[in-house]
């Protein structure tokens, strides 16, 4: 098993641009989250979902979207890059409310 | 809203001595908490999860233990290695929905 997978590893971008992070997993869990972590800091919560086509906000949700058409992708939709969303974005998924299972990443820079 | 604290925020000791990880959270209302590992540019990698319903839950070196009524949970490192070092982070989830909150996170030097 790959686990969860995410590409690209590294983006910059510039302001206003508009981006989608890719995150898949082979484990058939039906539970998948992305998180953002800023520099020095936790990880905060963007958007869940429990299963294919249901989906939910996070704690900053806000210049994000999601969708999930299958149970195992789950892509982040970044419109009109700021500065602010200069973080790594972590992709994780568990079966129900078990153990998280993290992806290596995506390191994105908006300039 | 959940809020999770973890002290110290950095601790170096050398190799061989026990570890101590302190984590605390204001809402007990909690389904489990999960504590993880961070190396420097890399992913999260799972290291326990214990149950609301759970005292401790032990794997290998590690032992952790909860105490959900005072918003506590303590990650003990037995016997500490220099492979030891790296970020540790908790992380409750929320009893009534999907969601986990972190804390800061612990970065630990163990140093030979």
């Known amino acids: 098993n790959a686990g969860v997978t995410q590409t690209p590893k590294f983006r910059i971008l510039k302001i206003g641009q508009s981006m989608t992070l890719q995150c898949a997993q082979d484990?058939?869990?039906?539970?998948m989250y992305w998180y953002r972590q800023d520099p020095g800091m936790g990880l905060k919560l963007i958007y869940y979902?429990?299963?294919?086509?249901?989906?939910d906000k996070g704690e900053v949700p806000n210049g994000y979207n999601v969708s999930r058409s299958t149970t195992e992708d789950f892509p982040l939709r970044l419109e009109l890059a700021a500065p602010s969303q200069t973080s790594v974005y972590f992709c994780?998924?568990?079966?129900?409310?078990?153990?998280?299972?993290f992806g290596p990443g995506t390191r994105l820079t908006v300039l | 809203k959940q809020e999770v604290t973890q002290i110290p925020a950095a601790l170096s000791v050398p190799e061989g001595e026990n570890l101590v990880l302190n984590c605390s959270f204001t809402d007990s209302a909690i389904y489990n908490l999960q504590w993880f590992r961070q190396d420097p540019g890399k992913g999260l990698t799972s290291l326990l999860l214990?149950?609301?319903?759970?005292r401790e839950q032990t794997s290998g070196r590690l032992n952790a233990s909860l105490d959900k009524s005072s918003g506590r949970s303590t990650l003990y490192i037995a016997a500490s290695q220099p492979g030891d070092s790296a970020t540790y982070l908790c992380a409750p989830r929320e009893a009534a929905g999907n969601k986990l909150t972190f804390g800061g996170g612990t970065r630990v030097l163990v140093k030979p």
């Open positions: 979902s429990v299963g294919a086509g249901i989906t």
């Open positions: 994780a998924s568990s079966y129900g409310r078990g153990d998280q299972y």
């Open positions: 484990m058939n869990h039906n539970y």
């Open positions: 214990i149950q609301s319903s759970q």
